[in-house]
């Protein structure tokens, strides 16, 4: 089973990065079959077909990222 299409997702994809990948400490890689989102070791959002998961941020890590 494919969790994420990269064709049918793609212009999905370019809007979320160009917005989380200037947070600083996060980066992307795939894990599980998603294309995953990490801050730092913990995963902050992950893509899949149709949809974007996203988790809370603590009040600490919203505050990294903002600086």
């Known amino acids: 089973m494919k969790y ?3 064709e049918k997702m793609g212009q999905i994809r370019d809007a979320l990065e ?3 990948l200037k947070w600083p400490g996060v980066s992307s890689r795939e894990m ?9 070791k ?3 959002a992950f893509l899949v077909t149709d949809g974007i998961v ?10 990294d990222c903002r600086n």
């Open 54 to 63: 996203i988790s809370k941020l603590s009040e600490q890590e919203q505050k």
């Open 18 to 20: 160009t917005e989380i």
């Open 32 to 40: 599980m079959g998603c294309l995953c989102y990490l801050l730092g």
């Open 4 to 6: 994420f299409d990269t």
């Open 42 to 44: 913990n995963m902050v």
